[in-house]
């Protein structure tokens, strides 16, 4: 295959050596050079030349922390964000449009919605979901994937009454009487999921098909899956592979479940998760030490400002040792999902003490999310070598609701990008997509401006700029993943996986962030979203 060249382009590498270039040439899936224009012209006299207009070019964006599958489930249910269902009324209108278009579906489902930002600030109830349907059950998942609401038919199956105790890890929330309101929260609501129809592994497949498209035009090239075995880890991880083997234009990491890597006693090993793909990697595990700050179950050291509560730890001080030390002795990678002070303080220290127990070099555990943070924290990251693993589009999408539970003070305090990287801490950015739409265009512009949907800057301290933000969502992101040596920023040898912008990122005012746009996605040096003349 010829080499291809593309010229009159502003490319922002992410490479310290060299941090700008004005071309670059490319033989299928792997990057040859990338420098001056003229240069490369002569260099490669024959190589395929694509004239980039002027515009713009970064890498391929990295989502390092997301939920590839379920993405792709989500789009496939209706689609109850506050864009769509604003209110309680709308919402119970979303769901009976999905029912009519889907009338063979045994129960009916959707996605997104977040009583924060509805007009009632309350969740729907089994009531509600009740004028949906009272002869097929139906449940509809919280954006933060940390608790969803039932109507009385699914409680029904699920056999949720009065009598049901909470589960450990879970709320069953309960109205004046003691009767449950439907409203279930963090593990509650596997007494309901459970007795969904099971996925199909062409479901399976079609999902990650639908999820890698849909990223794709938003310029993300490379994801990590961190709910892989969440329900069948065999299934999953295969489905996964033959996505990726007919195409699916995505490098995948699938982070694995700590539970469902426990097996008969024994813990599996990264290399006893062979998935016979290069374009699907293992070696992460995935622990849940909290809840979310949205549904009030984030582990807190103070209580929440609109509760009394402190939030939750989903395991004891002994299960969550387990997890972390025994996949951390079984050779894993440990991304554990902490969002509370609580939590995140908890984590670190069985970080330590694994660390402790067994050396191990450049193991890179992570803290998901890490949200709620003081300079102590801080300084323990840094000491142990902790990735802070982050999402900075939380706080445009979710930030009010953040201010409603935490108080200002506090909810200054989420997600500090800028004193993480002042203090030496690695960072990572990623999404979390579903739980937020999770373009990185739009994480970028949150990580600049730190605004809520309302408009109220929350730690404007915390400010990064355009190109550090990409940093952290493309080097920053593979090197979390342990997948620097192939992605994350433009060098000769690494992967073909770029974005085409149409402004400069450098230059752009936040204000005007809304006019930037991806133009084209290369993956593997072809164009997959968009197009490259």
């Avoid at 990678?333 to 191990?360: K, S, W």
Wanted: proline residues 5%; negative net charge; hydrophobic residues 40%.
């Amino acid at each position: 295959m010829p080499e291809t060249l593309l010229k009159n382009v502003t490319i922002y590498t992410m490479e310290e050596e060299q941090p700008v270039a004005s071309a670059m040439v490319w033989r299928e899936e792997h990057l040859l050079a990338v420098g001056d224009a003229a240069d490369l012209a002569a260099c490669y006299p024959s190589a395929k030349r694509v004239d980039g207009g002027g515009l713009f070019v970064v890498p391929g964006f990295n989502d390092c922390h997301c939920h590839i599958l379920a993405y792709g489930l989500d789009l496939s249910a209706a689609n109850l964000s506050p864009e769509h269902a604003p209110d309680i009324p709308s919402l119970i209108s979303q769901l009976r449009r999905w029912a009519q278009d889907n009338p063979d579906a045994p129960w009916i489902v959707g996605s997104f919605y977040d009583q924060n930002r509805m007009a009632e600030r309350r969740h729907p109830t089994r009531h509600d979901l009740d004028q949906v349907s009272l002869e097929k059950p139906v449940f509809i998942e919280h954006t933060s994937k940390h608790g969803g609401v039932a109507n009385s038919v699914a409680l029904r199956i699920a056999g949720i009454t009065r009598e049901t105790p909470d589960p450990p890890g879970g709320t069953i929330e309960r109205d004046a009487h003691g009767e449950p309101t439907g409203v279930l929260l963090e593990r509650a609501t596997d007494l309901v999921t459970r007795h969904q129809p099971p996925l199909s592994h062409r479901q399976r497949v079609r999902a990650i098909h639908l999820a890698a498209q849909a990223m794709a035009k938003k310029g993300i090239t490379a994801a990590s899956d961190a709910s892989t075995g969440w329900g069948d880890l065999e299934g999953e991880v295969a489905a996964c592979v033959q996505a990726v083997n007919e195409g699916a234009p995505l490098r995948v990491t699938l982070m694995i479940l700590a539970n469902a890597l426990r097996r008969d006693g024994r813990w599996l090993q990264p290399q006893d998760i062979g998935t016979g793909s290069n374009g699907v990697r293992v070696g992460i595990a995935k622990v849940f030490a909290d809840g979310a700050l949205t549904t009030r179950t984030a582990a807190l050291k103070e209580p929440y400002a609109d509760t009394e509560t402190t939030g939750m730890l989903l395991h004891s001080e002994e299960e969550l040792q387990d997890l972390i030390a025994g996949a951390h002795r079984a050779g894993w990678q440990v991304a554990t999902h902490a969002i509370g002070d609580r939590a995140i303080e908890a984590v670190l220290n069985l970080y330590e003490q694994a660390m402790q127990t067994q050396p191990r070099a450049d193991v890179r555990h992570r803290i998901e999310h890490c949200m709620l943070l003081d300079d102590g924290l801080i300084d323990r990251l840094r000491a142990l070598g902790v990735v802070a693993v982050l999402q900075p589009e939380f706080v445009a999408r979710l930030g009010d609701a953040y201010r409603y539970g935490l108080g200002e003070e506090r909810a200054r305090r989420l997600k500090r990008t800028a004193s993480l990287l002042r203090a030496g801490v690695r960072v990572a950015f990623s999404s979390d997509c579903p739980v937020v739409p999770g373009a990185p265009l739009d994480g970028v512009r949150a990580a600049m401006e730190r605004k809520t949907p309302l408009g109220v800057v929350l730690g404007e301290e915390e400010r990064v700029d355009a190109l550090t933000a990409i940093r952290l969502y493309t080097a920053g992101s593979a090197m979390a993943g342990k997948d620097e040596t192939h992605t994350g920023t433009l060098t000769a040898g690494k992967r073909a996986d770029f974005v085409v912008l149409s402004r400069d990122p450098a230059t752009t005012p936040s204000d005007e962030w809304e006019n930037m746009r991806v133009i084209a996605t290369v993956f593997g040096g072809k164009v997959v979203a968009g197009r490259l003349e």
